[in-house]
């Protein structure tokens, strides 16, 4: 099993849809989760950190649920430069309490359509 | 304050030369990461370094990669006797000191390509 799976798609939607995307992960340890977007050949970026009391910055809601392991990234009023794929990503603090090393899924695209 | 930079952007080799990855992190992060990402997959972790001393290196290879961080300079990423299946986009990332935050951020990559 992956440490963090996430569904491929590709999600297309029209503009100005809402949009959800879901991940797991396996390892109860992890600490710190996160939702990256990466472009077309191009490095992660971060969207957004992800606590359990939910967070939002604008179109983007981000939610985890440590007890199922889950985190969700929901995206409204979708923009055609929203075409992208989102990473999820989470980590567990090393034991020299510096540092962290990041387990990626795979990702998941979207396809913003006119 | 420029970000992570990585050189080359692209890099060629034939099977069996070496392949050099620089890594430079953003100013005042003291600890740098590598990632690999093979074709149509995910980011894989290779190595976390701090200055001169390596402190994961759990994803890295067994044979032919190494990496370093040096007192001075640039962090490098280094594969001898390339083979075809090392052809990937190689990232690094940095972040700032234990304690003052754990988020990663990413250079534009390396593209290697083995011929």
């Known amino acids: 099993r992956k440490e963090v799976e996430q569904d491929p798609g590709p999600f297309n939607v029209p503009e100005g849809a809402t949009v959800a995307f879901n991940c797991t992960y396996s390892?109860?340890?992890?600490?710190?989760f996160f939702w990256y977007r990466q472009d077309c050949r191009k490095e992660p970026k971060l969207l957004m950190s992800?606590?359990?009391s939910g967070n939002e910055d604008g179109r983007f809601t981000a939610q985890l649920n440590r007890a199922s392991q889950y985190i969700s990234l929901l995206i409204r009023d979708s923009k055609l430069s929203d075409s992208a794929t989102y990473l999820c990503?989470?980590?567990?603090?090393?034991?020299?309490?510096?540092?962290?090393?990041?387990?990626f899924g795979t990702g998941t695209q979207l396809k913003v359509e006119l | 304050n420029a970000g992570v930079m990585q050189n080359p952007r692209h890099l060629v080799r034939r099977r069996g030369q070496e392949a050099r990855l620089r890594c430079s992190p953003m100013?005042?992060?003291?600890?740098v990461y590598w990632y690999r990402q093979l074709p149509e997959e995910g980011l894989k972790f290779m190595v976390y370094?701090?200055?001169?001393?390596?402190?994961?290196e759990s994803g890295m290879p067994k044979e032919r990669f190494s990496a370093e961080f040096p007192k001075e300079g640039p962090s490098i990423l280094r594969i001898q006797q390339v083979v075809r299946g090392d052809s990937a986009a190689y990232f690094c990332?940095?972040?700032?000191?234990?304690?003052?935050?754990?988020?990663?951020?990413f250079g534009p990559g390396t593209r290697l390509t083995v011929l």
């Open positions: 990332a940095s972040s700032p000191p234990a304690g003052l935050a754990d988020t990663q951020y």
């Open positions: 390892n109860s340890a992890s600490q710190s």
């Open positions: 992800v606590y359990s």
């Open positions: 990503v989470v980590n567990k603090r090393g034991l020299t309490g510096g540092g962290n090393k990041l387990t």
């Open positions: 100013k005042g992060h003291s600890h």
């Open positions: 370094l701090q200055k001169e001393n390596i402190i994961d």
